[in-house]
C-alpha cells in the first residue's frame, strides 16, 4: 500500500503550524474527510484502516451510522440549541432517564457537559458539595482532563502542568502499574503495597480520610498507559472510599459505552462508583460530557454548576440513536468485542513471545495495550521505536495512537470486523519485525 503525502495534505498542515496554537498533533502527516465502519480516507484519497476510533468516540464505527447521522440531521431542522440549564426540554431529559436504565441500581441524577473534561470538573464540585470537604485523591498515571480542576488530578505525563499550577487541593497516590511496580514488588506476593502506602502514608502523614471529598479512578488508565489494575486493586479502593466516606468517582470517559465489553468498565471488577463520568464515544462524535450521580447523594443548589451547551440538542440527538443502537444491537455488539478482544490479545501475545521489543500486552475488550521495551529485562522504555512503529504503520495504512511512555494502544469500532483486525495486526507486526532487526 502507496501512501502518498501530496501538496494538498502538505499545505494543510503548513496552515495548521501557521495559524493554530500548538496541540498533541501526531508526528504522522494524517488529514482526515471521511470515513465508514473500519476505515477512513484523508483529504488526498489515501485510506487507512482505523484503530484509534479518533481517541475513542467512533465506537460504532467511523463517522457513527447512519441512524445517528440521520437523527442529527432530523434535530438540525427543528432546534439546535435550547439553552438547557436555563430553560427546560423534552429530549434531553427523556435521554437521561434512558441513560440511567443503563446504570447501576440507585442512580438517578444527570448533569450533561461538553467534553470529558468538563464531566470531570462538574464531578469534582459536586464531590466538594456533597461531602463539605476539600481534598481529592487521584492516581499517579491519571489523565482526568486538561481544564485546571481536572488537570489538577491529572499526572499522566509533567510537560501537561508546567507553568499552570497551583493546582486544587488533590493528592496523587500509586495505581497498580503491575507491570512497573514503584515498590519494585509482583502481584499477588506485593499484597497491593500501593493501597497500602496510601493508608499508612498518606492518610496518616498528609491528609486524614474524614477531609477527602472524592477518590477520582480510571477503571483502566488511558492516556496513562492502557494500565489493567488487578480487581482486588479496585475492590480495596471502593472499602477504603466507604471506610472513610468518601466519593468514588469512576472516569468512563474513554473506557466506558461499551468498550470494555460491559456499558461501564468498572463492572468488570465487580465494583459500584458513586459518580461516573462518561464523553467521548456517548453521542457519536459530536461534543457531549455527561456527570450521573446516585440518588443517595442528593441534589446540588440552584446556581451552584451550569453551562451554556450541556445538553445541546444536535448532542442529546445523536446520543439518544447511538443509545437506541447499542440496545437494538447488544447481543451482537458483545459478542463481536469478545470475540475481537481473544483475537487481538491472541496476536499480541504471539508477537510478545517472538519479539524481545514487546515488554507487555494488556487490555479488556476492544481496549488493549501493548508496552514496548528495549529488552525485556530491563523494561527500558521503547520510546523512540513506539513512535516509529506507530509513524511506520500509518505510511502502510494503519492509524493507531500511542500512551503512556511507550505503549501502543489499540481501541477500533467495537463494530470492528474481524478480517479487518487480521490486516491491522499484520500491518503492527511486520513493523514490529522490521525494528526488531
Do not use: W
Not at 2 to 18: F, H, L, M, S, V
Not at 229 to 237: A, D, S, T
Request: proline content about 4%; some cysteine.
Amino acid at each position: 500500500m502507496t501512501i502518498n503525502i501530496d501538496k494538498k495534505i502538505k499545505d494543510a498542515i503548513n496552515k495548521d503550524k501557521k495559524f493554530m496554537l500548538t496541540t498533541t498533533r501526531s508526528d504522522y502527516p494524517f488529514v482526515p474527510k471521511t470515513g465508514k465502519g473500519d476505515f477512513v480516507e484523508d483529504i488526498s484519497g489515501n485510506k487507512f484502516i482505523d484503530f484509534s476510533t479518533f481517541i475513542s468516540v467512533y465506537n460504532m464505527g467511523v463517522n457513527a451510522n447512519y441512524e445517528i447521522r440521520e437523527a442529527i440531521k432530523k434535530q438540525t431542522d427543528v432546534l439546535i440549541h435550547g439553552a438547557f440549564t436555563d430553560f427546560y426540554g423534552e429530549n434531553p431529559v427523556n435521554f437521561a432517564e434512558d441513560l440511567l436504565k443503563m446504570m447501576p441500581k440507585g442512580f438517578g441524577r444527570v448533569f450533561f457537559s461538553n467534553s470529558g473534561t468538563e464531566s470531570n470538573e462538574a464531578a469534582l464540585k459536586f464531590s466538594k458539595i456533597f461531602t463539605k470537604r476539600q481534598y481529592t485523591l487521584s492516581f499517579y498515571s491519571a489523565f482526568h482532563g486538561r481544564t485546571m480542576g481536572s488537570l489538577g488530578l491529572t499526572a499522566s505525563r509533567s510537560s501537561q502542568k508546567t507553568h499552570f499550577g497551583p493546582f486544587n487541593s488533590n493528592i496523587h497516590v500509586p495505581y497498580a502499574y503491575c507491570y512497573r511496580c514503584p515498590f519494585g514488588k509482583e502481584y499477588p506476593s506485593c499484597g497491593l503495597a500501593c493501597v497500602d502506602y496510601t493508608k499508612k502514608n498518606v492518610l496518616k502523614k498528609e491528609v486524614p480520610g474524614k477531609e477527602v471529598s472524592a477518590i477520582f479512578m480510571e477503571p483502566i488508565q488511558g492516556e496513562g498507559g492502557y494500565i489493567v489494575p488487578p480487581k482486588e486493586f479496585v475492590k480495596e479502593i471502593r472499602k477504603l472510599a466507604d471506610e472513610n466516606g468518601i466519593v468514588l468517582v469512576a472516569d468512563e470517559v474513554q473506557s466506558g459505552y461499551m468498550r470494555t465489553g460491559k456499558f461501564l468498565a468498572l463492572d468488570n471488577f465487580d465494583v459500584t462508583a458513586d459518580i461516573y463520568t462518561m464523553a467521548k464515544s456517548i453521542a457519536g462524535g459530536v461534543p457531549m460530557g455527561v456527570t450521573i450521580t446516585k440518588n443517595s447523594l442528593g441534589d446540588i443548589p440552584a446556581g451552584s454548576h451550569a453551562n451554556t451547551f450541556g445538553g445541546n440538542l444536535l448532542a442529546v440527538a445523536a446520543a439518544e440513536a447511538s443509545l437506541k443502537h447499542l440496545n437494538k444491537n447488544i447481543s451482537s455488539i458483545r459478542n463481536n468485542i469478545k470475540e475481537g478482544s481473544k483475537l487481538i490479545l491472541k496476536r499480541l501475545n504471539e508477537m510478545k513471545e517472538k519479539y524481545e521489543i514487546v515488554g507487555d500486552v494488556r487490555g479488556i475488550g476492544l481496549m488493549i495495550g501493548v508496552e514496548l521495551v528495549k529488552d525485556k529485562k530491563s523494561k527500558e522504555p521503547a520510546v523512540k521505536e513506539r513512535d516509529e512503529i506507530i509513524e511506520n504503520c500509518f505510511y502502510n495504512g494503519l492509524i493507531l495512537l500511542p500512551a503512556g511512555d511507550s505503549v501502543i494502544r489499540i481501541i477500533p469500532p467495537l463494530t470492528v470486523k474481524h478480517s479487518t483486525l487480521e490486516k491491522g495486526l499484520d500491518i503492527i507486526e511486520e513493523q514490529i519485525r522490521k525494528i526488531s532487526k
